[in-house]
């Protein structure tokens, strides 16, 4: 099985700056993908910004700019440090990671998430 562990979230004023972080652990053979998305109150699951082995990204048009994606393969780690917060940005984040993993050292595509950590910006 593979594990991924959050950290980072908390309230903050708007304008504000928060750092995401999270590591993958468990029978990992390679880390494809790993991305963050978020979820606010009432709404669905919207992709934030994912990032490639290679560090290619991809962020959704209401964080260009504000939000940058890093990763650390040799750690197995994702970052997200947030920028500019508005209010509108208040949500549970989750943490995704697919690729690879062994169990019983037979290959198996795994498609992980995090538990959640909340980000919650005041006006």
């Known amino acids: 099985q593979v594990q991924l562990v959050e950290s980072g979230g908390g309230l903050v004023q708007a304008g504000g700056s928060l750092r995401l972080s999270c590591a993958a652990s468990g029978s990992i053979v390679t880390i494809n993908d790993m991305g963050w998305y978020r979820q606010a109150p009432g709404k669905q699951r919207d992709l934030v910004a994912t990032?490639?082995?290679?560090?290619?990204?991809n962020y959704a048009d209401s964080v260009k700019g504000r939000f940058t994606i890093s990763r650390d393969n040799s750690k197995n780690t994702v970052a997200l440090q947030m920028n500019d917060l508005s209010p509108e940005d208040t949500a549970v984040y989750y943490c995704n990671a697919k690729g690879v993993m062994s169990t019983s050292f037979i290959p198996e595509v795994f498609d992980a998430w995090g538990q959640g950590t909340l980000v919650t910006v005041s006006s």
């Open positions: 990032i490639t082995p290679a560090g290619k990204t």
